[in-house]
C-alpha cells in the first residue's frame, strides 16, 4: 500500500498493471518486501543484542568523561571601557570612580553615557563568562563575586575598564544517577553504527549471491 502511494495509483488494478509494465508482479514485490523486513529485523535484533550496555559500563564512561558532565563557575559581567585615546581620560577616570563609589547603582547610565566597549544601551552587559575564562587583568583585579561588586579602574590595552558583578553560578559537578540514561543512550548510540555494519558484514560473507541476466 505504501509503494502504490508512492507511486501515485488510486486502485489495485492500476497498481497491478504498473508493476507489469516495469517487468513485475505483486507476489515478487511481496517476496522483496518480506525479504527486506526480514534483514531489517536481525539487523534491530543483533544491534539490540550486542549494544546492551551495562550498569559497569556506564560508571567507567562516567569516571573517564567527568569533565564533560561539569557546570563551569560562571560570572554575569557589565563593562564600561574608555578610550585610551580620549584627551580627558584621567579625569573621566576619576569622575567615573567617584561616582561608582558613591552610588555602585549609577554602573548602567554611566555606560550609557562614556562606555566604548559592548553593548552601551544595555548598560555594557557582557553576558555570562565561564571563570576560568576571564581575561587576565580582570582575574587579578575581581576578589568577590558578590553580585553588585563594583572592580575598577583596570587598565587594559584596549582601554580603561570597569566591571560591575551581576551575577554568580558556583560550579556544578554531573550527578551520576541523574546522568545514567543519558550515558546509557550515548555509549548505544555510539555501538549501533559499527555493531550494523559489522553485522551487514558477515551476512555478505556468508551470503549467496543470484545474478540474473
Do not use: W
Not at 497491478?16 to 514485490?29: A, C, D, H, N, V
Not at 566604548?116 to 552587559?125: A, L, M, R, T, Y
Not at 544517577?177 to 548505544?188: G, Q, T, V
Amino acid at each position: 500500500d505504501n509503494i502504490a502511494e508512492r507511486m501515485g495509483v488510486r486502485s489495485r488494478s492500476e497498481f497491478t498493471r504498473k508493476l507489469r509494465e516495469s517487468g513485475t508482479t505483486i507476489e515478487e514485490l511481496r517476496r522483496e518486501i518480506e525479504e527486506s523486513m526480514i534483514v531489517q529485523i536481525m539487523i534491530y535484533d543483533r544491534v539490540r543484542v550486542e549494544s546492551n550496555v551495562t550498569p559497569r559500563e556506564v560508571y567507567e564512561y562516567f569516571q573517564a568523561h567527568r569533565e564533560e558532565f561539569v557546570s563551569p563557575e560562571k560570572i554575569e559581567l557589565a563593562m564600561i571601557m574608555l578610550d585610551p585615546k580620549d584627551p580627558d581620560l584621567e579625569r573621566k577616570t576619576k569622575e567615573i570612580s567617584e561616582q561608582l563609589a558613591a552610588s555602585p547603582e549609577s554602573f548602567p547610565e554611566l555606560a550609557k553615557a562614556h562606555s566604548v566597549g559592548p553593548d552601551p544601551q544595555s548598560g555594557g552587559n557582557l553576558g555570562e563568562i565561564e571563570c576560568r575564562r576571564l581575561r587576565t587583568e580582570f582575574a587579578a583585579a575581581i576578589d568577590s563575586f558578590d553580585a553588585g561588586r563594583v572592580y575598577g579602574p583596570i587598565r587594559t590595552p584596549e582601554g580603561v575598564v570597569f566591571l560591575r558583578i551581576l551575577s554568580h553560578t558556583p560550579e556544578k559537578k554531573g550527578n551520576f544517577r541523574e546522568l545514567s540514561a543519558e550515558i546509557r543512550e550515548r555509549i548505544e548510540t555510539s555501538r549501533h553504527d559499527e555493531i550494523r555494519q559489522a553485522y551487514l558484514n558477515r551476512l555478505r560473507a556468508k551470503a549467496i549471491i543470484r545474478y540474473f541476466f
